[in-house]
T-cell receptor, first 114, second 114 residues
């Protein structure tokens, strides 16, 4: 059981380049999330998807777009990367609507924008 | 809206000593509370959670936490730490109502010394 899988694990981008971070979960969860982690700031929610076909902004959505491709997959896109987007990105999923127990996290994507 | 405060950014402790990592939250509604651990270059792993019931919650690796509603606290404790407990610890909260969002504290780095 893989849980939450993120690709890639590491990425270096030049300012202005675009890229998509991929996330897939195999736990049949309805809810999926993208967080970013920065030193001294914990994890901050970028976007979330409460169910297939819906997405909503979190705390820090500027500069990002998301797609809930199907129940399993939730991607995060940086259209024009900026150095301020250098961070570690985590995808998560949970079963909030079916009796929430915990959120499961992927291993993270370490992104550097130069 | 909810918020989480972890009062200590770093806690150094000697091996086999007890430790307490502090977490206070703010919320106008009932909440679920969590502690996650992050080992270097890894994702987040759930240590323990409070959803309802007994206010003393036991988790993995010998950790426990006590939910104190009057103090709005959820402090994490371990009676005797090991070198392998060196990691970053995050307290998180989510509302029990319609919110799907985990709100994280800024993290506490536990440094266990021999």
């Amino acid at each position: 059981n893989a849980g939450v899988t993120q690709t890639p694990k590491f990425q270096v981008l030049k300012t202005g380049q675009s890229m998509t971070l991929q996330c897939a979960q195999d736990m049949n969860h309805n809810s999926m999330y993208w967080y970013r982690q920065d030193p001294g700031m914990g994890l901050r929610l970028i976007y979330y998807s409460a169910s297939e076909g819906t997405t909503d902004k979190g705390e820090v959505p500027n500069g990002y777009n998301v797609s809930r491709l199907n129940k399993r997959e939730f991607s995060l896109r940086l259209e024009s990367a900026a150095p301020s987007q250098t961070s570690v990105y985590f995808c998560a999923s949970d079963d909030y609507d079916r009796g929430f127990t915990e959120a499961f996290f992927g291993q993270g994507t370490r992104l550097t924008v130069v | 809206a909810q918020s989480v405060t972890q009062l200590d950014s770093q806690v150094p402790v000697f091996e086999e000593a007890p430790v307490e990592l502090r977490c206070n939250y703010s919320s106008s509604v009932s909440v679920y509370l969590f502690w996650y651990v992050q080992y270097p270059n890894q994702g987040l792993q759930l240590l323990l959670k409070y959803l309802s019931g007994s206010t003393l919650v036991k988790g993995i690796n010998g950790f426990e936490a006590e939910f104190n509603k009057s103090q709005t606290s959820f402090h994490l404790r371990k009676p005797s730490v090991h070198i392998s407990d060196t990691a970053e610890y995050f307290c998180a909260v989510t509302a029990t109502g319609s919110s799907y969002k985990l709100i994280f504290g800024s993290g506490t780095r536990l440094l266990v010394r021999p």
